[in-house]
């Protein structure tokens, strides 16, 4: 029931009373009143925008936000009003639903803006009133088609190599021509031999000079067999495409039905049919004609042309204008052949002998041709001459502007996608590069504060006092909350920089042995991998938790770089060549990180390597370090 | 409106059309569109005068007024509306039929309309009036042409009526003749002198005895 009508319930019950003379039933009791408060005003305060209506105009609609208990939780006791942290704009619409029951869209507002206002507030968008729901649902179409654009490229571009098999990479060369080198060299290729196929069979028909008899000859007759040869090549080309994609093609079935391969077969089947037929003279006529179907070659372009492809999918989009076009023309020229006709039976030696023959005349004038091969001579025919023609303009420019539109649009469509494509891989990289900087931040609070000589709360105290002044609470906290990470998986994270040199270094000397699981106790100069201690339990780390560092160093993962070594002044790291002293306060490079398949787990207690710091900040010493951009 | 003067309007807009045909203007139908935008437009009397003329208090016709106001812009309603909204209180039923004998009831000054006064009027009778004026309301509405008798015909029309309120799904089944003995005992209790007809003054007389009416008279006293 819309609730608007829930404001004339009393008068309906108060109209009942008309039915209690003819009652054949005493009447129910009426139900108690629980409360009969009076109604209020209440203050919504929307981001400092103040509105205030009645609390019955809210409680209309009690299965949402503002008609339910649930914004109890948004009451703000020391102003006596409700606090929503939300956009005032949106807010007005949103409040004038429950005024006037009907919900608007305002045109200038983002899609999913208000779609997420609406959610927060619990209002289905389905009640969108009928003047606004059309343009909302258009809206909402457009974005989800951008949105499956975008997903529909991340996924393509998201599959790695390793995932496809020989037939989905060979499909995938195909239709997305730029992944792989080859694929591109394949598509010029094919593209060159289009155009050269369709070049020979123009070139072939022009005349070439006289041959031996004193006669014209096209070229084709007189290089007959170059152009043979090319023919074949072109044609050989061809069929292996066709073939390699019809392997390739995930589903066959829908391959073969789908219109480009219905092009290819039609590009190549005359050659075959010529093969087979070429010793029968009596089907050769046929066998011309079917020469006319190497032409559809060219249509093969359109796998090469974004705007061809537009071109066709206006045209298959338009096909309704197009056939009223069709329609109203067909009507149009029979009615005006008939009356040409007529007009011109009078006159002798007139061409217009037959209505089928005036169509001819009707349609050159019509699309304003006039060719002059039929005029009509009596003053009659001369009359409606020219009213044909009048209306020949006006019938032919009524449709075309609707498939002109239509094109334009699905042709901007199309631009736009590509150039959000473009800009996408942009503003990628500038996000990558801002959030790198926030992962920096933590580096250098760490540097600043954290590495420090005293204990390791003390110097979280000293680090934290440090940077107080600088960062806010969220700050700290996020800081907190990483190095508490840092701590859970005895990992730390590192830099870009550090992390690659690491890995450039722990290249050159790659060890053959890796595994952490091998142990040896002494020092071991060189190696980057391996745990040294023998008692501890190796720690699988899968690969995905070290996603941060992982650019290219795939090799790398093998290798384990630990340092065994306390990070206190007096480090005797196990690997001189890579270490990098972390001085106790500050500013200096934090460890060298690799990312790795297994490590031990570094003791909490002192480590047998003997080392003279038992200092707490050996506990961080221990840690192998990961690089976490 | 006279023949005549629909001839002619009729005619002026013939040769307009002509006019229009020759010349060519684009917005043809822009003289006959401001005719019809002209709204109707009711403003109430003054709160002070519903105040005496009706048993709410101030607080109340200002509630109720907003809830009147809110659903009708304009300030009046007309048949349809009211029929629309009468009826979604009744979606199994068709509640028209009832809905118009209820807008003829509160049209009290019979002007096609129900205007915000009509409204508070009747609804001052039926929440807030004596039993005498509630029994007559009730009258009112079953004489549906106003002449001061109840016939058979006029008490099957209203009984019909609200029988349509139900709708197809009850229980027991909705049979053809139920409205018709419904009516007939009505009849047999109100028609004393058995004249066919009931006078206002028999009915009062006979719900003024009856328990279950004057019971259930008082029933929607609390409703605003």
């Not at chain 2, 009505?186 to 006979?206: A, H, L, P, R, Y």
Request: hydrophobic share 35%; aromatic share 10%.
């Amino acid at each position: 029931m819309a609730a608007g009508v829930a404001a004339w319930l009393p008068f309906a019950r108060a109209a009942a009373i008309g039915w209690m003379p003819v009652a054949s039933a005493p009447m129910p009791p009426p139900p108690r009143d629980k409360r009969h408060t009076r109604d209020e005003l209440i203050i919504l305060n929307v981001s400092g925008s103040r509105f205030q209506t009645w609390r019955n105009t809210l409680e209309r609609y009690p299965d949402t936000l503002l008609g339910s208990t649930e914004r109890d939780f948004f009451y703000h006791e020391e102003t006596n009003e409700y606090f929503f942290d939300r956009d005032p704009d949106i807010f007005r619409h949103i409040l004038n639903f429950y005024r006037t029951g009907k919900l608007h869209y305002p045109r200038h507002e983002c899609i999913s803006a208000y779609d997420e206002e609406l959610a927060f507030f619990g209002i289905i968008p389905e009640i969108i009133g009928d003047c606004c729901y059309e343009e909302y649902k258009d809206r909402r179409r457009e974005n989800a088609e951008r949105i499956q654009d975008d997903e529909d490229n991340e996924n393509g571009n998201d599959v790695t190599q390793l995932d496809l098999t020989i037939r989905q990479s060979m499909w995938r060369a195909f239709e997305n021509p730029h992944t792989s080198t080859m694929a591109l060299v394949f598509y010029y290729v094919t593209g060159f031999f289009i155009a050269v196929s369709v070049m020979a069979n123009v070139v072939e028909t022009v005349p070439c000079g006289t041959g031996s008899r004193a006669k014209e000859m096209s070229c084709g007759e007189r290089y007959a067999l170059a152009f043979f040869c090319l023919d074949t090549a072109c044609v050989m080309i061809f069929t292996v495409e066709y073939l390699l994609r019809l392997i390739a093609a995930p589903s066959r079935y829908k391959f073969v039905k789908s219109v480009m391969s219905i092009i290819d077969v039609v590009a190549i089947m005359p050659y075959y049919i010529g093969l087979v037929m070429t010793d029968n003279e009596d089907v050769s006529g046929a066998f011309v004609t079917l020469r006319v179907f190497r032409v559809f070659r060219i249509f093969k372009f359109s796998r090469h042309s974004a705007g061809l492809r537009i071109l066709g999918y206006t045209l298959k989009s338009c096909a309704s204008e197009l056939g009223f076009l069709l329609f109203s023309l067909t009507m149009a020229i029979i009615i005006f052949a008939t009356v040409m006709f007529y007009a011109e039976k009078g006159s002798n030696s007139s061409k217009f002998t037959s209505i089928p023959a005036a169509f001819w005349y009707t349609i050159v004038t019509m699309t304003t041709l006039g060719y002059g091969d039929m005029v009509p001579k009596t003053i009659v025919g001369k009359v409606f001459g020219s009213i044909c023609s009048l209306s020949g303009v006006l019938v032919i420019a009524l449709p075309v502007p609707v498939i002109v539109s239509n094109f334009s649009r699905i042709y901007h469509q199309s631009q736009r996608a590509e150039k959000r494509r473009a800009q996408k891989k942009t503003r990628l990289a500038r996000i990558r590069a801002a959030k790198s900087g926030g992962a920096n931040a933590y580096l250098q609070y760490k540097r600043n504060g954290l590495l420090a000589d005293a204990e390791e709360e003390a110097s979280k105290e000293a680090g934290k006092a440090l940077v107080c002044k600088v960062n806010p609470t969220f700050e700290t906290q996020h800081h907190h909350l990483l190095h508490c990470l840092e701590k859970t998986t005895n990992h730390e994270f590192v830099d870009e920089q550090t992390y690659e040199t690491s890995c450039m270094e722990v290249s050159m000397v790659k060890p053959s042995t890796s595994r952490s699981s091998s142990v040896s106790s002494s020092p071991h100069g060189l190696t980057s991998c391996c745990s040294r201690r023998n008692k501890r339990k190796s720690f699988n780390v899968p690969n995905s938790n070290m996603t941060a560092g992982r650019r290219g160093s795939v090799q790398e993962l093998s290798t384990i770089q630990i340092r065994e070594r306390p990070l206190s002044n007096s480090r005797s790291s196990l690997n001189a060549k890579f270490e990098e002293t972390v001085p106790l306060n500050s500013e200096q490079q934090p460890y060298i990180t690799a990312a790795i398949i297994s490590m031990p787990t570094p003791p909490v207690t002192t480590p047998e390597g003997g080392d003279s710091a038992s200092s707490p900040d050996f506990l961080q010493s221990n840690i192998v370090r990961v690089s976490a951009l | 409106m006279s023949c005549r003067k629909r001839c002619k309007r009729e005619f002026l807009k013939f040769a307009q059309y002509l006019f229009r045909l020759i010349t060519g203007t684009l917005n043809a139908d822009s003289v006959e569109d401001e005719l019809e935008l002209s709204a109707v437009r009711h403003r109430p009397e003054g709160l002070e005068q519903l105040e005496a003329q009706t048993r709410f208090s101030r607080k109340e016709l200002q509630i109720l007024y907003r809830g009147f106001k809110n659903e009708c812009p304009s300030g009046v309603v007309n048949e349809d509306t009211f029929k629309d909204i009468y009826s979604q209180f009744f979606p199994q039923g068709d509640a028209s039929t009832y809905a118009h004998f209820l807008f003829n009831a509160f049209d009290t000054d019979h002007d096609g309309s129900v205007s915000f006064e009509d409204f508070v009027t009747g609804l001052s009778i039926l929440l807030r009036g004596t039993v005498q004026e509630k029994l007559n309301w009730a009258f009112n509405l079953y004489d549906i042409n106003k002449d001061g008798y109840i016939t058979k015909e006029e008490m099957l029309d209203i009984m019909k009526a609200i029988y349509n309120m139900m709708g197809k799904c009850t229980y027991p089944i909705l049979k053809e003749e139920t409205p018709r003995q419904h009516v007939e005992i009505f009849f047999q209790k109100m028609d004393k002198n058995k004249d066919g007809v009931v006078t206002i003054d028999e009915f009062i007389d006979c719900c003024q005895n009856d328990e279950n009416i004057m019971r259930s008279m008082q029933l929607f006293e609390n409703v605003i």
